[in-house]
């Protein structure tokens, strides 16, 4: 199970830090985000063992991920923030079942929560 937090309306130029607390096993953690009118887009993702990260170009240098592997939990914090990063945030991982994954840019996920509301609005 993944339960994500954080989420919220926030001003351009703002800052949101989204949580992710994972119960099953995984080889890769991180987020996608859905936008209407777009296709799904892979934010952010991480390994599990190595800590290799992943950034979408259009996040990069904006966003953070990091993850606490002591308390099962994944962050995404989120830096100057622009109104096109309103969406709903998905956190997603690739469990070490996983049969089949769904291809978000380089992240491949098989499950994830029921996301969370960012917007950025003045």
């Known amino acids: 199970q993944l339960v994500e937090s954080g989420g919220g309306l926030v001003q351009p130029g703002g800052s949101l830090r989204l949580s992710c607390a994972v119960s099953?096993?995984?080889?890769?953690i991180g987020w996608f985000r859905q936008v209407p009118g777009k296709d799904d887009e892979g934010v952010s993702c991480?390994?599990?063992?190595?800590?290799?990260?992943f950034y979408a170009d259009s996040v990069k240098g904006r966003f953070t991920i990091s993850r606490d592997n002591a308390k099962s939990t994944v962050y995404l914090q989120m830096g100057s923030l622009k109104p096109e990063d309103t969406g709903v945030y998905y956190c997603a991982v690739h469990t070490t079942t996983a049969q089949t994954v769904t291809a978000f840019g380089v992240c491949e996920f098989d499950s994830w929560g029921q996301g969370t509301q960012v917007t950025v609005s003045s």
């Open positions: 991480i390994s599990r063992s190595s800590g290799a990260t």
């Open positions: 099953s096993d995984y080889v890769v």
